[in-house]
């Protein structure tokens, strides 16, 4: 008798990892059981994603000459190589005064201008070309109290680079 209370108590705990999220009577897979907790399988969560790569931001610049000449650059590593590529696409233009006014990182840029030349010219950078577009015509209205116009719009998108 000892043996066999012995042998019930040894064998009753391992019939409990044999169970299911099913009903009594239900055969396991069937849509009346519940979701498997995957444990009862022996299942390992699976580990987290690796990262393939990264994403690199790069940088944009607008240069400007005192005739209303510009140079603007985009897609750049460094804000220091924006800078030099917008003064060297101003000075393509046979200036010799060409100065940066703007630089910006991972965003797109609008630049504006009075269309009767005055003051009140702006660069404004946003998340989109739209909403950049859109403030920098605004702003510049407010300042020079008359219609702008577009002089240009451009990006400086980020890109993924594998490792």
């Given at each position: 008798m000892k043996l066999f209370t012995?042998?019930?108590?040894?064998?009753?705990p391992f019939a409990a990892l044999g169970q299911t999220a099913c009903p009594n009577g239900v055969?396991?897979?069937?849509?009346?059981?519940g979701p498997d907790s995957g444990t009862s399988r022996?299942?390992?969560?699976?580990?987290?994603?690796?990262?393939?790569?990264?994403?690199?931001?790069?940088?944009?610049?607008i240069a400007s000459s005192n005739n209303g000449d510009i140079g603007s650059s985009t897609g750049k590593l460094s804000e220091e190589d924006a800078k030099a590529e917008s003064i060297k696409i101003c000075a393509d233009f046979g200036n010799?005064?060409?100065?940066?006014?703007?630089?910006?990182?991972?965003q797109c840029v609008a630049v504006v201008?009075?269309?009767?030349?005055?003051?009140g010219g702006k660069i404004i950078s946003a998340a989109t070309k739209e909403i950049a577009q859109r403030s920098a015509l605004q702003r510049c209205a407010e300042a020079s109290g008359e219609k702008?116009?577009?002089?240009g719009t451009d990006c400086s998108d980020p890109f993924f680079r594998k490792y």
């Open positions: 012995a042998l019930i108590f040894t064998v009753i055969a396991p897979g069937s849509p009346q059981c022996g299942d390992i969560a699976p580990p987290p994603p690796r990262p393939n790569g990264e994403w690199i931001k790069t940088w944009g610049a010799s005064d060409c100065q940066v006014n703007f630089t910006y990182k991972n201008q009075a269309a009767k030349g005055r003051a702008c116009v577009v002089r």
